[in-house]
């Protein structure tokens, strides 16, 4: 990649522009020059100084200062941006992890106005976190946050550490995390790499690499710790990450990036060799396997019957109608029996629902029985359940699943009774 010290701001449009050569005629010129014979200067003449070297750091100074100066112009106003606390930015960059902003904000501040600080947080029951979380989805995350809020309750006396590795020693805190509070709480020149990152560090370095493989991943971050350490002197380091991200979620998109309006095009190898489209290098993803289950919503009165699954597993630690691995009604009805469906239930099947997750499709079949009264639970049941009860499902305080949710509306639906095509 070219290291000279061009500003990487756009060029305006009418300005006076000279064509670039082509590697071959710029080869071409080359060889004459060194075919000719070289002039001598005569005595009273004075030879030029040779050209100065370019330097690879002014080039990065020149990308972070256009980076921050568009930051400040045109930065989305959200809410974790209006703060500094090392708690609220942490929370706000687990909870952005895999979902989009507009879907976090409600969650982020209904969360924060019930747990306002680490104390807060850390002395709650899992089962209200995981309620006020519900619908969020990849529900590990509030587990391992609150997990981790009470390790620095106990060991940091409620404050998050400044230090990157003992950030990183908190359960959940990856690379990621910890470069995020580490620079935008506390002022430190420390890299960050997302996929808006990873993707506008592989457009304007030229990097070759799938993303995702060792290689790739070294010199993406490699490359982020060299921009921001490198103009941390005049850039600060948190807005300069942020800076990364905002490019990458707004204008550097993964389709029809907007580059027209790139503060930084001028200096991106993708623009200048036509390999936006191109770049960054994603080997495909393998096929995500369908897994057929079938779920029971069992009522008795206003109570459905919920189980909870243990800890660590899939959906770990939230409620959800009773569900077993099964290609029919039929072939489930043993397996519900051992997680707290008696025989006795006259179960029916009532629609069919489709939930997509990173790594396997469920497509489960929504069966639903009445029965006239709760009944008793086996004293043991079934993996991956742990405990069961009888709860009124329009008045949960608990952590349920949007697959759990979608079971729910199946099975109350007014024309439940005819089964349903998955969706």
């Known amino acids: 990649m070219s290291t000279t010290s061009r500003p990487p701001a756009r060029k305006r449009a009418g300005a006076d522009q000279r064509p670039a050569r082509s590697r071959a005629s710029a080869g071409e010129d080359d060889q004459a020059r060194q075919r000719s014979p070289r002039r001598r200067a005569s005595s009273g003449e004075q030879r030029s100084p040779p050209p100065a070297a ?21 930065a989305r106003d959200l809410p974790w941006r209006r703060t500094r606390d090392p708690y609220a930015i942490w929370l706000s960059e687990v909870m952005l992890q895999q979902t989009r902003v507009e879907t976090v904000i409600p969650y982020y501040e209904r969360f924060l106005a019930r747990y306002p600080t ?31 809020a009470r390790e620095v309750t106990s060991r940091h006396d409620g404050a998050l550490p400044r ?6 020693a908190l359960p959940g805190v990856g690379a990621y995390t910890a470069g995020a509070i580490a620079s935008i709480a506390y002022d430190q020149p420390v890299p960050l790499v997302d996929g808006n990152v990873a993707r506008v560090l592989s457009r304007i370095e030229g990097i070759d690499d799938d993303i995702r493989s060792a290689s790739g991943t070294r010199k993406l971050w490699s490359t982020a710790e060299r921009l ?3 103009s941390a002197d005049s850039v600060h380091p948190g807005r300069f990450n942020q800076a990364l991200m905002e490019l990458g979620a707004t204008v550097c998109t993964p389709r029809n990036p907007r580059c027209d309006a790139c503060p930084v095009d001028g200096a991106c190898v993708a623009r200048a060799t036509g390999r936006q ?4 290098v994603i080997a495909p993803k393998r096929d995500v396997p369908a897994v057929a289950m079938v779920a029971a919503v069992v009522r008795s009165g206003d109570r459905v019957l919920f ?3 243990a800890e660590g597993g899939l959906f770990g630690g939230l409620w959800e109608p009773p569900m077993v691995e099964a290609r029919s ?44 009264a709760p009944w008793r639970f086996r004293a043991k049941l079934a993996s991956p359940y742990e405990k069961a009860a009888w709860l009124d499902p329009g008045a949960l305080d608990i952590g349920v699943s949007k697959l759990a949710r979608k079971v729910l509306s199946a099975a109350s639906a007014p024309d439940a009774g005819t089964a349903r095509r998955p969706r």
């Open 54 to 74: 370019p330097d690879p750091g002014e080039r990065d100074r020149e990308i972070a200062a256009a980076l921050e100066a568009w930051f400040g112009r045109v």
């Open 118 to 148: 680490v104390f807060a947080l850390a002395s709650a029951e899992i089962d209200d976190v995981l309620s006020l979380w519900s619908g969020l989805g990849y529900y590990r995350r509030a587990r391992v946050l609150h997990l981790a």
């Open 163 to 168: 230090d990157v590795s003992a950030l990183l």
């Open 228 to 230: 921001v350490r490198g």
């Open 277 to 280: 489209a191109e770049l960054p």
């Open 307 to 309: 189980v909870r699954r």
């Open 329 to 372: 009604l039929a072939d489930a009805r043993a397996l519900l029996e051992l997680v707290g469906v008696t025989r006795d239930a006259a179960l029916r099947e009532v629609g069919r629902v489709r939930h997509i997750l990173t790594h396997r499709r469920l497509d489960v079949t929504v069966a639903r029985a009445e029965v006239a």
